[in-house]
């Protein structure tokens, strides 16, 4: 063999020396850079899902918290209704017993008030409005009161017998009450001289078999009461 075929061979070995040391090579960092690389990529999912694990931890505990403050606020909220509807109820339960009192020290007293004048408005179907008719006729009347003394105003209101028992009741007090109004705003009676009773249709003064007789029973009567020895000692005219 030549030097040169020596040479030319010796070059090829080497050649393929190197190439195999070369594959070598790669083949060691892959198989030693894939374990990191895994590690890596399995090290970032953990951490991912760990955040997201505190992000839905977070989520459910702020939730919890609202949920507690809307809570707290809607038991606030009732307790101060509750405070309300309590106060109100007492509000109503002393007027009541005001009320009370006041009717039982005039009932008591009633026997000793003889009747000195009345005046009788009526009223259209369904209505307790006053008409012009109804002011000039209590005009009238309180002209008669005048500077009346020791005296108390009876004030009856009534209904036909169209409709249920507790409407009407609700219809003559309405009625009763546009009566005791008008006389106390334009008069300036007080409200203690007033007995206000709503008798719905329970006492008709003629038959509802009728439209005079219902228009009679649709009325507000204002009976002048007085427990002065006699009707003279009234003033007025």
Not at 166 to 172: D, F, K, R, T
């Amino acid at each position: 063999m030549s030097r040169n075929q020596l040479t030319a061979l010796g070059l090829a070995v080497s050649l393929a020396v190197m190439g195999a040391a070369g594959c070598a090579t790669k083949k060691y960092v892959r198989n030693q850079t894939a374990p990191l690389v895994e590690h890596t990529d399995q090290l970032e999912g953990q951490t991912a899902e760990n955040n997201r694990r505190i992000r839905s931890t977070d989520d459910r505990a702020q939730a919890g918290i609202r949920q507690a403050q809307g809570t707290a606020e809607a038991a606030g909220q009732s307790a101060e209704g509750a405070n309300k509807t309590a106060g109100d109820a007492e509000s109503a339960a002393n007027d009541a017993v005001h009320r009370a009192d006041s009717l039982d020290s005039v009932v008591k007293g009633l026997d000793s008030y003889k009747p000195v004048t009345d005046v009788t408005v009526t009223f259209g179907f369904d209505k307790s409005v006053l008409t012009r008719n109804d002011r000039e006729q209590l005009d009238s009347f309180a002209a008669r009161v005048g500077s009346a003394r020791s005296y108390i105003l009876e004030v009856t209101g009534g209904t036909d017998s169209t409709g249920s028992a507790q409407y009407n009741y609700e219809l003559s007090q309405r009625r009763a009450d546009a009566v005791v109004q008008y006389l106390a705003a334009r008069y300036g009676i007080a409200a203690h001289r007033f007995y206000l009773i709503g008798i719905g249709k329970d006492k008709e003064v003629a038959p509802n078999t009728s439209p005079e007789g219902r228009k009679q029973n649709r009325r507000v009567t204002v009976q002048l009461l007085s427990n002065l020895a006699t009707a003279g000692d009234i003033g007025g005219s």
